[in-house]
């Protein structure tokens, strides 16, 4: 299906024959969820090599079996199929919920005007214009009305794949004396055929076999005349427009006087700011002006954008890809003399085009992939990257007590008091995850259902400050973050994942001291402190919805320029916690325990 309308929109030919929902599986003869995989071959090889080098060699790669690399590559694959048959289960509408929804734009306040409230559990069945199946009784097979209803829906592809990954590792491994042990190693993983989501039902991006230019570019060109500050009387004809569009062209008021307006012009007053000098133009809802400009007598076509069963029908299948590379280093004290620890640090990356699980929601922003035209547009950062790592764990006896440094020959009584003590502690510091972008409030350019994030028009990065004016933010300068940002044009999904959360920090430590009882018991008492130093990194940065002032616009068609931000804009209001935790203040333990 999504398929043919791909082809259909690259030869200027819409493709809008229904889809048909029929009953599957073995019973039937017919296919299942998605087709058995067969090929999923996962080879292992792993080398590992301790080199036994003389002179200078033997002093800087090691010697006596005091050093080693080692190697590997891998393919696995992933488990896939539960979550998706409970969500196909619990969210397809045809055939499969007894809810119906009621599609966006049935009623309006003008020529489609809605029932009249007369309780809070009206019988929905008997309103106008709704349409389905209320009788309880099935009959396959089944197919939604081609009714142009712009119905939100959600199903499951049927070329789903098993996904899988490439894993490759190298380290190189030496011992350098008294107890101690480095590490380094490179550890990567490639994966192909990920779950994402896709809208399959996306508007149409028609392409013009006259003059080879798509809906996206011709539309590009418009709002890049607008950013321009162009006048309508000015804008060039533009092909697709006037050999798609026709019926825009006419006489029209601008700045009060009526005017005669080509396609062109009649489509760039249409995406135009609203109410001013005149002009009655509109937001960056470039999808609603597809729905606008969808059919006779504005179109040449009928369904020229919008599927007449679909406005949106997103669907889990596997076209989503990851890579994630790291350089690691490890040091190493093994048990000596009371002291033992590790310390490790990370420097990684992980990008993909999708980051959502099985279980994100349907039209989630980190499960859809925006352009499904464009699968690479938003490849970037992966949600859960965190490019620098620093953690350690240590046990320390304390040097107090019978043959230890001090007190070494103490008796009973004083060793009962000051000897076995073992203090231990848990140390972690990252970089900050990735925070979702700015996005373009109530407005739709690329996806029918999700607004696409804002795209920067300067460098930018995340900035936090505690003196804001509204508090901590994750910007200095609010105002100047907010005027780095444009409207995504269509076909555009926004940038992706380039602000981040400040790092994240916490120590966790104990203090432990055990006496012998006899020789066959013992008493344990330990006191441990998790957030040790009560460290608080904020989070949760609000006011990111932006309105329909683009700030790019300031200026523009005697709009005001844009002097101060929404006093939520960037505000961090919330607190990063310890995974599974509630808080993230100092919590404190008290534990005892009698071993016999």
Known sequence: FFDRRV??????????????????GKFYKKPGFYPQDWNNFGPSIALAWSPNFKGFLGKALGSDS??????????????????????????????????LSIP?????????????????????????????????QLTFPLTQPSDQAQRIETSLDSRISTPYNYNIAFSYERELGKGFKIQGA?????????????????????RDPKSGMTFYQAMAQLINLRYQGTAVTA??????????LPGLAGNFSVLGVSQKLTASQRAYQRIAYPSVGGISGGFADYTFRQLQWDDAPVS?????????????????????????????????????????????????????????????????????????????????????????????NWIVGLPFGRNKWLAHNANKWVNGIIGGWQSAGIFRWNSG??????????????????????????ALVSTPTKTSAGGPNLFGDPLAALLSFRDSMPGEGGD????????????????????????????????????????????????????????????????????????????????QKPLGETKAGRTMQFALRWQF
């Open 186 to 206: 490179y550890v990567g993983r490639l994966a192909r055929n990920l779950l994402a989501q896709r809208d399959v039902a996306t508007f149409n991006n028609i």
């Open 433 to 458: 995850f990735p925070v979702a972008t700015p996005f373009g409030s109530q407005r739709w350019p690329t996806n029918w259902q999700i607004s696409s994030f804002l795209v920067r028009t300067r």
């Open 104 to 136: 966006v734009n049935t009623y309006n306040v003008t020529t489609s005007l809605a029932p009249l409230f007369t309780g809070g559990t009206p019988d929905v069945r008997t309103f106008p214009g709704i349409v389905g199946n209320f009788s309880g």
């Open 66 to 99: 005091r050093s080693v690399f080692r190697g590997g590559f891998r393919i696995t694959y992933d488990h896939i199929g539960g979550q998706l048959a409970v969500n196909f289960d619990a969210s397809n509408q045809l055939g499969f919920a007894s809810a």
């Open 7 to 24: 082809a259909g929109s690259n030869l200027g030919a819409p493709y809008n024959l229904p889809i048909t929902l029929d009953k599957g």
């Open 496 to 575: 992706r994942n380039f602000l981040r959360l400040p790092g994240y920090f916490a120590l966790d430590s104990s203090l432990t001291k055990s006496f012998r009882i006899g020789e066959r018991q013992s008493v344990t008492l330990k006191w441990e402190v998790f957030n040790v130093t009560n460290t608080q990194r904020l989070a949760g940065p609000s006011g990111f919805g932006v309105s329909a002032i683009d700030p790019f616009m300031q200026g523009q068609f005697g709009l005001a320029a844009i002097t101060t931000a929404p006093t939520n804009f960037g505000v961090l209001s919330t607190t």
């Open 235 to 244: 804008v060039p004809a533009i092909p697709w427009f006037e050999n798609f």
């Open 300 to 392: 040449l076509i009928n369904n020229l954008f919008v599927h007449p069963q679909y406005a949106a029908l997103t669907t889990w299948t596997t076209i989503a890809k990851s890579n994630y590379h790291s350089g690691q280093i490890t040091l190493t004290e093994r048990l000596r003399q009371d002291v033992v620890f590790d310390l490790n640090y990370t420097i990684g990356h992980s990008l993909d085009n999708a980051s959502g699980l099985q279980s994100a929601g349907n039209y989630s922003t980190a499960a859809l992939i925006f352009n499904p035209l464009d699968l690479d547009s938003q490849y970037g950062t992966s949600d859960f990257d965190v490019r620098h790592i620093v953690n350690a």
